[in-house]
């Protein structure tokens, strides 16, 4: 019923990147929902960014994604985490008006060029000498297309538990997605079970909030988009209540009642996201676990309790919610749930997030085993990209872990495989201080630009951003004092006078002194620059020597990544591998040696002999 | 941060905050740019290899031991460890002179060094090889040397996988390059060997383990900033940095220049003057170390040398007797003696057969106490005055030899008793000496480094991150000791100890 360029199963997180960026750089694109009401939903944490994650949304921004603007229309209330701690680890994390987030992004699907949106279940893929060409819709309708992207979420084959009670159901009580799941079997696809859970929601009118701590947002509020320079201001707080020991008896009195302990679930959920019948099993000495009471939105009393979600049955949930200081007199709208769902082997997946197996198939965001809404909508950007590079016979994108988190996160994925959903945090990353928030665009978005995706306004930005920052770097420099001079200003600031002439970059160097504060000792010349570009400035100047030296190891890091693999080595022919070793490379096929390296049951010495190989094979062809 | 540093920003080398009241680079005009062009990875493929350097001569005593560096750096490292007698280093030209430890201004060795430009080398790259004398003494310093300069150990076969790599060797060696790769993890070591390393193993997995607790926290404060969890302060972290540091400051003590040079079972010889106990030595060593001679007390200071029984590394001390006397050089010698007994985890007692026991050597007997001993009955060949069963009675745990050292009798039953101790885990060596090679001396002093980096920040209350790098490099490097690499049980360790998530 119709040809497309891209059709893009799905409209989570990751579906809306993958289609807008398909869209964007220039496809015909179709984007199926099972409900348009599903578009960019959030059924978890009303919320943005956080650790490592917010590192996600600002690297999805550069690149020319939809995360971070989205946010910025529709936050509720803004939190630059870890400040106490250095720049590389500084995190945004937003809360988001659900219901105005999923309309504002749906606006956007809407007024989108070359992007078409479907409210439908697609229940096959057509697959044709090894390549998919389109999909069937229950309506047993055919699309056709030169390439798929596959995000289904936790619809595919979702089923729900309360308690006992078990069924079939996706997330937030739409319909799940059973059919595709049989059929991409019958493909050959391997799927498998995770798990996932969802505290209860409850109306904040039935709250008492002087019994919790209020959690205020920022005073200065920061923009997740580097189009933007301002935001606004918050609009609500959250807040913070605690469990106690009447809320852990209630918990283990009814253990027997969740469907977690139970035995029902097969799946294997988060250990960064347990139920709270979890955390009073596994911690049982801990006396009180936190809990965020967080709205849901502008438009609605409904409250997210974050810290608590729950597969114990409904009575008990009420039972236990109750015991909670602020919670006295809480009245349940939505009860909390765990739900199980199909997702691959990320393994089965290449660097550029296309099935190994089938050609022109990509896959994105849970489906891949990932968990998180940042999470997902990095894998679908770079899906949606490198569909287009591929339909248009171009060259992958793929990030390196030096590069970006989205680089760190799928080769995690795809290299290493994954046990649990997997989440982002920054200690996975091994060049963290290189792979800051502040500089996602100063290392991403010209990549973006060159695959033609971030627009002509976001790359002049950048490029002006960057223009700046150099100018106002050298200006820094070559402007100095003499003691006398800013005596008295260092004073003012708490720290040592100087006895010999100093630049202003030296005297950025000092924890003490801000960049805004040089603006007392400056002159005229000093220029007019935006949040993003003073950030930029103060953690180069300031940082400057660990940055160095982190980007030496990434120099060494490279050597390997820069030595290709070709995919149709066959390594149980290498002499001197061992079998272990040749038998995983077989199954992954990496495509660097550096990517070889981190595969488990390859060893350094395995490396040297494929580096031997290399080498034989370089001269046999001379 | 105290900031001192104000006066020396103009002139100072080193970089960024890690200076703190050392120096702080100044940022260069270009280094922004070059940032940039880094981060945009427009990285250039000119990369260099690192300059790697190891002993080249087989292990054991040779008459003459080489160490062989190769790489860029190799000529500036030789200037750095080399003082030549005459004249200057000239390629493919022998010259003469003297190792010297310039942090000291020891001197190390008397040595031949030659250097050779590449491309006209084995490995195509500059090499440097230094002759020294075969002792494993003298190659161990001057290759710990010469590493500390800036060469990284080289790995088993790395020489000739880099002459391979750059078309040194022709096709046909390939499969001998991919044997030499290959030596290392299909080696087996014996049993005794894996002995004394598992000790070793289980010492750098508990600094490990230590080094896990503070990444786990690190970790847990960093990415769940909004958990309620205990908060890592600077305080907790000092103490367990420290902590740390001198763990593994204590383990390289052990691998330090002084006496303890290799590892193995630590074996004190003691007994009162003139029973033989050089003579033991020597049968051992099967050469002549120690002065022996008739006159009591000659053996003055005391004596360590290494040595393999049965397989079995030993390090043998020879003491001068434990007796009182007057004399102050030899008082310095038994003082020596009781110390080395202490550290000791056999002890070999000599004593004459030929007379009957003396205050000297029951004295001796009170020291051993209840320590794993075995008590040689030497100079069988003169008399039989004290008997093996009067030594049992007095240290019944102690086995007890009958021999005659001048006829050459009683050394292999010896070697035949100390086997058996050691197999039967009878004897075990202490955690005190531990450091076998070098390659795990540099690991471990680069990490000691590590820690030393991760202290200073931590007094200067710098950002956890930064701490994160220098601990997470010396939980790496360790690793490195015993082939322990993954980082993901980090991450596995912070969800099992606490309690995280929404």
Known sequence: ?622 | MKDKTAVNLKFSLVSGILAGNKVAKVPQNGDFLQFAALCNLKGKNNMREDTIAAIATAAGEGGIGIIRISGDEALDILNKVFVPVSGKIKSRMMSYGHIIDSRTGKLIDEVMAVYMKGPHSYTTEDIVEIQCHGSSVSLRKILALVLSCGARLAERGEFTKRAFLNGRLDLSQAEAVIDLIRAKTDKTFDVALNQLEGIFSEKIKEIRADLVDVLVNLTVNIDYPDEDIEEMTYEKLEKSLQNIKSKIKKLLDTADTGRIIRDGLKVSIVGKPNVGKSSLMNAIMGENRAIVTDIPGTTRDTIEETVTVKNIPIVLTDTAGIHDTEDVIEQIGIEKSKESFNNSDLIIFVADASANLEDEDYEIIKYIGNRKSIVLLNKQDKGRKTTSSQISEILPQAAVIESSLIEGKGIDELGDVIEKLVYNGEVKQGDNILVTNVRHQNLLEEGYKCMNDALNMTEMRQPLEFIDIDVNRCYELLGEIIGETASDDIIDKVFERFCLGK
């Open chain 1, 1 to 622: 019923m119709g040809e497309y360029d891209c059709i893009v199963v799905g409209a989570g997180h990751a579906g809306c990147e993958a289609a807008l960026a398909c869209a964007r750089m220039g496809k015909k694109t179709l984007m199926f929902s099972m409900n348009l009401e599903a578009i960019a939903m959030m059924p978890c944490n009303p919320s943005i960014g956080g650790t490592g994650k917010g590192h996600l949304v600002r690297e999805i921004d550069a690149l020319g994604g939809e995360m971070g603007i989205n946010i910025d229309k529709t936050f509720l209330q803004s939190k630059m985490l870890n400040t106490a701690k250095g720049p590389a680890v500084h995190s945004l994390r937003a809360q988001a008006d659900k219901n105005r987030y999923h309309i504002e992004m749906k606006k956007t699907i809407e007024k989108t060029p070359n992007l078409d949106m479907k409210q439908g279940e697609v229940t096959d893929i057509v697959v044709e000498e090894g390549k998919v060409t389109g999909v069937i819709t229950k309506t047993h309708t055919w699309y056709k297309a030169k390439a798929v992207i596959l995000a289904t979420g936790t619809f595919l084959a979702g089923k729900i538990f309360i308690g006992s009670s078990v069924f079939e159901s996706g997330p937030n009580g739409l319909a799940p997605s059973n059919e595709l799941a049989q059929n991409l079997k019958k493909h050959g696809m391997k799927l498998r079970r995770f798990k996932t859970g969802t505290p209860a929601r409850c109306l904040g009118s039935s709250l008492d909030y002087s019994k919790m701590i209020e959690q205020k947002g920022d005073e200065k509020t920061v923009p997740f988009s580097f189009m933007n320079d301002e935001v606004g201001d918050n609009k609500v707080s959250c807040w913070l209540t605690y469990t106690n020991e009447e809320t852990h008896k209630v918990i283990r009195a009814n253990f027997h009642r969740s469907a977690l302990f139970g035995g029902q679930i097969e799946g294997i959920g988060p250990r960064y996201c347990p139920s709270i019948e979890d955390k009073v099993n596994r911690f049982a000495d801990k006396e009180r676990h936190q809990l965020f009471v967080e709205p849901e939105g502008l438009d609605t009393d409904e409250m997210y309790i974050q810290g608590m979600s729950s597969s114990l049955p409904e009575d008990v949930q009420l039972a236990f919610y109750k015991t909670i200081p602020g919670l006295e007199n809480l009245r349940i709208v939505r009860p909390a749930y765990a739900i199980e769902y199909d997702c691959i082997n990320p393994q089965d997946l290449k660097l550029n997030l296309e099935n190994r197996h089938i050609e022109n198939l990509f896959c994105a965001g849970q489906f891949n085993g990932s968990s998180g809404y940042e999470e997902a909508a990095a894998q679908g950007l770079m899906a949606g990209i490198n569909a287009v590079l591929k339909i248009s016979g171009k060259k992958s994108l793929v990030l390196g872990r030096n590069e970006a988190y989205i680089g760190v996160l799928i080769d995690d994925l795809v290299t290493k495989g994954t046990n649990e959903p997997y989440r982002i945090m920054t200690s996975r990353a091994e060049y963290r201080l290189v792979l800051r928030q502040d500089n996602a665009d100063l290392r991403l978005t010209d990549k973006g630009y060159a695959v033609g995706l971030a627009s002509e306004e976001r790359y002049k930005r950048y490029l002006k951003k960057k223009e700046n920052v150099e100018k106002e770097f050298a200006r820094l420099q070559e402007k100095s004092f003499a003691p006398a001079e800013v005596k008295e200003f260092l004073e003012a600031h708490g720290t040592t006078p100087v006895q010999s002439r100093v630049s202003m970059a030296e005297l950025l160097k000092r924890p003490q002194i801000s960049y805004a504060d040089l603006a007392e000792i400056d002159d005229d010349s000093r220029p007019e620059l935006s949040y993003h570009e003073v950030t930029q400035l103060e953690v180069q100047i300031k940082y400057e020597g660990y940055i160095q030296k982190q980007l030496a190891q990434i120099e060494r890091f490279k050597r390997l990544e820069d030595k290709r693999l070709s995919q149709d080595i066959d390594y149980s022919l290498i002499e001197g591998l061992r079998i272990e070793a040749a038998q995983k490379l077989n199954q992954l096929k990496p495509e660097s040696l550096g990517q070889a390296s981190r595969i488990s049951g390859v060893s350094p010495a395995d490396i040297n002999v494929l580096l031997v190989y290399l080498e034989k094979k370089r001269r046999g062809k001379q």
